[in-house]
């Protein structure tokens, strides 16, 4: 049947694929600019802004945080969903409450290598399933997919989930990070269809 792309799913994964979006096995690569190569000795990881204690640590550091495992599916605004992937890391909360968010604090913005940024409202940051996270399906992430650590928003579109990231600024007032200057959609909901602003 020529209507469906990729392999055949149950009724139980097609209704978790949303609209407009197809299934893939595959992970595809996708970002702007080069993959930036990590030294983990000099790596560090900042929360600064809106908050009462600013803190940046090395990855030694961070891996001695506190542990939590994400089973979650992910949406590409590119139109590829991908289901069941195992993603492993340290819950945002564990960092924004070592930080002591301010209640002036309303956004986030998301700080990677080479300038990439994206934002949130705070609220979608602070979700029981958002990650900074360093392994999926058990294996440490490669370098194109964000090694050593990426943000992962699984309920937002994937541009959402910055890859390399290096730290968190909380700010008062929204500030549109690197693809929504470019025209994407600023929520971007997958189950909305929310792809590009204006729609
Ligand atoms: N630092 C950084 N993170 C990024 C991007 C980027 O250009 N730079 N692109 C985003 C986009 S548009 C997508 S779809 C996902 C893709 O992640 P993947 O390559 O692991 O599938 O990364 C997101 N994170
Ligand atoms: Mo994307």
Known sequence: MSFLRGPRLSAEKKDRIPPGQY??????????????????RTWNFRVWGEVEEPFSITWAEFKALPRKEVHTDIHCVTRWSRLDVDFSGVAIQTVLERARVKPSA??????????????????????????????ADGEELTPDHGYPLRLLVPKRYFWKSAKWIRGIELVTEDQLGFWERYGYNNSADPWKEERFSGE
């Open 106 to 135: 309303r956004f986030a913005i998301a700080h990677c290598e080479q300038g990439y940024t994206t934002n949130m409202p705070l609220e979608v940051l602070d979700d029981d399933d958002v990650l900074l996270c360093d392994t």
């Open 23 to 40: 299934y893939t096995e595959k992970w595809p690569v996708l970002h702007y600019g080069s993959v930036p190569s990590t030294d983990l």
